[in-house]
């Protein structure tokens, strides 16, 4: 069909089937008389056809901008898009077709289809030279399938537009999609935590190649003892330190024991460590009823603070009144001790501590490097018998 004379392509256009229109509005040759004309042809293949040909006059663009059916404005966005720049560069420099052009392009970038933006957002996502007030407004845009591809990849998004973007959040989605920037600085690294948000900020956690500051994550590994969705990130974390590995072992539920264990930078001591959480998980789960100690764990995942502090009062053999105070007090001294009385373990004192105590995350008490208890037993016994001496 190449090379129609003009005769035999205008009578295709006007009579020839639905399949023969469609093939004619491909071809790049194609008169633009015979393009604008199909442009109104009543078959959404013919159409889409002509929205798709680069060959389309601009005038034919426009009226297919407002077609009835989503996907032939679709495909005039996919086409349009990455012109973008030229179209910009031609309206302002007062070319009549170009500045009709970049006209037809910012309306589809607000089509009431999430589809025809995120056709657009698509083509735009990774161009150095795209329309930087363009890209602000697909950022912004609450549609995930719009946003988060621009959010990601767009090189225009300087570290101030994303932290506008993070403080004006038009979803909470969004707070996630800029979770997961490849290479996002300290800063914004931050900025995501303070928005405890949790699943941005477990978005954050996986995603290794953002640069949280050490004291920041932490503080994340100790929230993490009740966010099992955070564990899993963390556990597969490159680059660890040895206190933040310390602390995790501590902290991840038992069916990841086994996914940190395997990590080749681990301690002897942290090795052993592990272990004998492992062997005290097999145990529980050969046991008909469970344990104090992972009752006091569930209530924690629970946030139960009431069940919490009976169970601790009840197996460290001190007055409900002396766990209250511990709490109260926001002790981590009071909190480890209490749970080395009651036989509990170091993860439990890691929940006692962020759960029922309350104390922020720098405060919390971890294990020492070979992975045993941060007390003395006679600091910790004296530790309980304050706690349980009568306030006057």
């Given amino acids: 069909m190449h090379g129609l004379p003009y ?26 008389e015979l393009l604008y004309f199909l442009a109104a042809d009543g078959a959404v293949a013919v159409r ?6 680069a060959a389309t006059p601009a005038k034919a663009d426009k009226l297919l901008a407002t077609d009835t059916d989503p996907a032939v404005r679709a495909e005039v966005g996919r086409k349009l898009a990455p012109q973008a720049s030229v179209l910009q560069a031609r309206a302002t420099a007062e070319d009549r077709l170009g500045a009709l052009g970049w006209r037809t392009l910012c309306g589809l970038a607000e089509d009431t289809a999430a ?15 795209a329309p930087r007030a363009l890209i602000l407004q697909l950022a912004h845009d609450a549609a995930m399938e719009v946003a988060e591809p621009v959010i990601r990849l767009s090189p225009l998004l300087s570290e101030a537009d994303l932290l506008a973007l993070l403080s004006d959040a038009p979803v909470p989605a969004t707070l996630t999609a800029i979770a997961r920037r490849p290479a996002l600085s300290e800063q914004l690294c931050d900025a995501i935590v303070d928005t405890a948000q949790d699943e941005a900020i477990g978005a954050l956690l996986g995603n290794a190649s953002a640069a949280i500051r050490e004291q920041t994550l932490d503080g994340l590994i100790v929230q993490a003892a009740t966010r099992v969705p955070w564990q899993e990130s963390l556990v597969r974390r490159p680059s660890l330190r040895p206190r933040a590995l310390r602390a995790l072992a501590m ?24 272990q004998s959480r492992v062997e005290a998980r097999l145990a529980q789960e ?3 009823e469970p344990s104090p100690d992972a009752e006091f764990e569930g209530a924690a995942m629970r946030g139960d603070q009431g069940a919490m502090a009976t169970l ?13 105070r511990a709490a109260r007090l926001r002790s981590a001294k009071g909190m480890v001790a209490l749970c080395w009385q009651a036989g509990f373990s170091l993860r439990s004192a890691m929940l006692a501590q962020s759960v029922l105590g309350q104390l922020t995350p720098g405060a919390v008490m971890l294990p020492r490097a070979d992975g045993d208890w941060p007390l003395g037993a006679a600091e910790m016994l004296w530790q309980i018998e304050l706690l349980a001496e009568p306030v006057a």
Avoid: F, Y
Avoid at 115 to 120: E, G, L, P, S
Avoid at 312 to 324: G, I, R
């Fill in 286 to 288: 050969g046991q008909a």
């Fill in 7 to 32: 005769e035999k392509a205008k009578r295709l256009a006007c009579h020839g089937a639905a399949a023969e229109r469609a093939a004619l509005a491909a071809l790049p040759d194609t008169q633009p």
């Fill in 48 to 53: 889409a056809a002509v929205a798709g040909n």
């Fill in 251 to 274: 902290c991840i539920v038992g069916h990841l024991l086994e996914t940190l264990a395997a990590r080749p930078e681990l301690s002897p001591e942290l090795t052993k460590v592990l």
């Fill in 312 to 324: 601790l009062a009840e197996h460290a053999a001190v007055p409900t009144a002396a766990v209250e």
């Fill in 115 to 129: 589809h025809v933006r995120a056709v657009i957002a698509e083509e735009l996502k990774a161009l150095p030279d």
